[in-house]
């Protein structure tokens, strides 16, 4: 296995940026998960639990209902944007979701920047029938057996944090596993280690994971280059309808949403907004 992160922002400049660090402290919080609950212990509990897939990766295929398809984000804080909803009930959350026509539910799980953490995907996974994403900073096979353990239908893979050859190893792990994978790019570079991969579903975030800086023409700007059986997901910075209409004119249909749905007075009323359906 190729043990190797992927260039990360601050490796060009010599610089330690913020997802250097958050990448340093995954690698020793999943050596310290591994020696609390062994991987062949992560194998024992996916044997013994059944599960079946909700098709996270088949939700996405076609445009959903308006045309479009949300992936709701259950989500706390965030480094760029601080608190968020630090006393967000997960459960509640995503009920309210999938009440307002949501494709798909996303957890972050991660604990140090985002106050997320694994329980609340698995409570969210038993409370909703919509397919669950795990949102998370994976770089390790452990993270995978994990996440199916905990009942994920699919997971984040970030390109950018993972060499060409350990994004290929992850994904065909995922697949074996019977979960989906939303694999994430930034960059053209981003989009050759996912596409050489084997990736079908392209997440693309218009954050630069170095600085934080958002720019939405970046999702518009990369889906040019993907192939006609590769299906793109736009993330962050989608704040209302105008976002979506824009990203619908450029054939993108999927839309990753966080932040604005979690401060959302009405988060119904606003998932159908942003879908087109104001009302039943």
């Known amino acids: 296995m190729d043990d190797g992160v992927g260039s990360l922002g601050g490796k060009e400049t010599g610089k330690m940026t913020l997802l250097d660090r958050i990448v340093a402290d995954k690698k020793a919080e999943v050596a310290a998960a591994a020696n609390n609950v062994p991987e062949h212990g992560l194998r024992s509990m996916i044997d013994d639990r059944p599960w079946q897939s909700r098709g996270f990766e088949r939700r996405l295929c076609g445009p959903g209902p308006g045309g479009v398809n949300i992936i709701a984000e259950v989500k706390r804080a965030s480094p760029s944007k601080g608190d968020i909803c630090v006393d967000l009930d997960a459960v509640e959350c995503a009920r309210q979701y999938e009440t307002g026509g949501a494709a798909a539910v996303s957890v972050l799980t991660d604990a140090p920047y985002f106050k997320g953490c694994l329980e609340d995907l698995r409570r969210v996974r038993e409370a909703v029938g919509l397919p ?13 057996y994990e996440s199916r353990a905990a009942g994920a239908d699919a997971v984040l893979l970030i390109a950018r944090i993972l060499s060409p050859a350990q994004l290929k190893e992850l994904l065909a792990l995922t697949h074996e596993l019977g979960m989906d994978a939303l694999v994430e ?9 996912a ?11 218009n954050r630069n994971l170095a600085n934080f800086d958002t720019d939405l023409r970046t999702a518009l700007g990369l889906k040019a280059l993907l192939q006609p059986n590769e299906v793109p997901v736009a993330a962050s910075g989608i704040h209302g309808r105008e976002d979506i209409l824009r990203n619908l004119e450029g054939g993108i249909f999927n839309f990753l949403i966080g932040e604005s749905l979690v401060r959302a007075k009405d988060r119904v009323a606003m998932l159908r907004s942003l879908t ?4 039943d």
């Open 185 to 193: 790019i930034h960059s053209a570079e981003d989009y050759a280690a």
């Open 276 to 279: 087109g359906k104001v009302k």
């Open 132 to 144: 669950v994403l795990r949102k998370e900073f994976i770089i390790d096979p452990y993270q995978l």
């Open 195 to 205: 596409h050489d991969a084997g990736s079908r579903l392209i997440g693309i975030n």
